[in-house]
């Protein structure tokens, strides 16, 4: 202690360092002036990519899929890269064979403890937001404004890498969605 004062001659002051955060508080982030990172409270609905396919025509476990459906459209998506696109891809196919593991009374603690840590990286739930630093904010319908083509352009493209053909774009789910009204459309005429 004797080390941090210093003694200011012209003032008869001694002066201590005032202990900063502690070394694990800096590392994880929960220091006082950490920023959060506000997202509007909207589901995520730009380009994402789809599970890939299983060998031998399997079928990805319900609760899997459900997941999926529900990682894919949080709101703080709209921030991924590819990278984390990918990270999640990955984290899904370990909880299809945590699952189909546990299916057939196989069960991997260290699996699950896995998934449980790369859930939390991805912020899938409102405590592990919190320690992202996530927070959704509530927007009123007037405040949104509509994406303008150049900014939605700023969001890097997901691919999904094919295991002999090499990458393909991923479609928007605007796009599919257009699609799949336009095919409706048409099976509507041949009836």
Same mark, same amino acid.
């Given at each position: 202690?004797?080390?941090?004062?210093?003694?200011?001659?012209?003032?008869?002051?001694?002066? %201590?360092?005032?202990?900063?955060?502690?070394?694990?508080?800096?590392?994880? =982030?929960?220091?006082?002036?950490?920023?959060?990172?506000?997202?509007?409270?909207?589901?995520?609905?730009?380009?994402?990519?789809?599970?890939?396919?299983?060998?031998?025509?399997?079928?990805?476990?319900?609760?899997?899929?459900?997941?999926?459906? %529900?990682?894919?459209?949080?709101?703080?998506?709209?921030?991924?890269?590819?990278?984390?696109?990918?990270?999640?891809? *990955?984290?899904?196919?370990?909880?299809?064979?945590?699952?189909?593991?546990?299916?057939?009374?196989?069960?991997?603690?260290?699996?699950?403890? *896995?998934?449980?840590?790369? *859930?939390?990286?991805?912020?899938?739930?409102?405590?592990?937001?919190?320690?992202?630093?996530?927070?959704?904010?509530?927007?009123?319908?007037?405040?949104?404004?509509?994406?303008?083509?150049?900014?939605?352009?700023?969001?890097?493209?997901?691919?999904?890498?094919?295991?002999?053909? =090499?990458?393909?774009?991923?479609?928007?789910?605007?796009?599919?969605?257009?699609?799949?009204?336009?095919?409706?459309? =048409?099976?509507?005429?041949?009836?």
């Amino acid at each position: 202690m004797a080390r941090c004062r210093h003694l200011f001659p012209d003032m008869g002051v001694t002066v %201590m360092a005032r202990p900063g955060p502690g070394q694990l508080a800096r590392k994880l =982030g929960h220091t006082a002036n950490a920023e959060w990172t506000e997202v509007p409270n909207r589901p995520f609905d730009g380009a994402s990519p789809d599970l890939p396919k299983l060998p031998n025509r399997a079928r990805y476990h319900p609760l899997v899929t459900t997941w999926w459906d %529900m990682v894919r459209q949080m709101p703080h998506c709209k921030n991924w890269a590819p990278t984390d696109w990918q990270y999640a891809v *990955e984290t899904a196919l370990l909880k299809h064979y945590f699952w189909t593991d546990a299916a057939s009374g196989e069960v991997k603690t260290t699996a699950a403890t *896995e998934i449980r840590r790369r *859930e939390d990286n991805m912020g899938t739930t409102e405590e592990a937001r919190r320690k992202l630093r996530i927070r959704y904010v509530d927007v009123p319908d007037d405040d949104v404004e509509d994406e303008d083509p150049v900014t939605a352009q700023v969001q890097p493209e997901v691919v999904h890498q094919r295991r002999a053909g =090499g990458a393909r774009p991923v479609t928007s789910l605007a796009s599919r969605r257009a699609r799949a009204l336009a095919e409706q459309g =048409g099976q509507a005429d041949t009836a």
